[in-house]
């Protein structure tokens, strides 16, 4: 079995498993909090 096979199939698990769609939705704002707080950091 091919490496890229095996992470087809793990990327297909990932998109099923409901859990790691929440960490998903829940780790993108605070990523772009942080970002927010490190440009206003930065400039401000």
Same mark, same amino acid.
């Given at each position: 079995?091919?490496? *890229? %096979?095996? *992470?087809?199939?793990?990327?297909?698990?990932?998109?099923?498993?409901?859990?790691?769609?929440?960490?998903?939705?829940?780790? %993108?704002?605070?990523?772009?909090?942080?970002? &927010?707080? *490190?440009?206003?950091?930065?400039? &401000?």
């Amino acid at each position: 079995m091919s490496i *890229i %096979k095996k *992470i087809d199939k793990f990327n297909r698990k990932l998109l099923k498993s409901k859990k790691f769609w929440a960490i998903v939705i829940l780790t %993108k704002p605070i990523k772009y909090l942080i970002f &927010g707080i *490190i440009l206003v950091k930065l400039f &401000g």
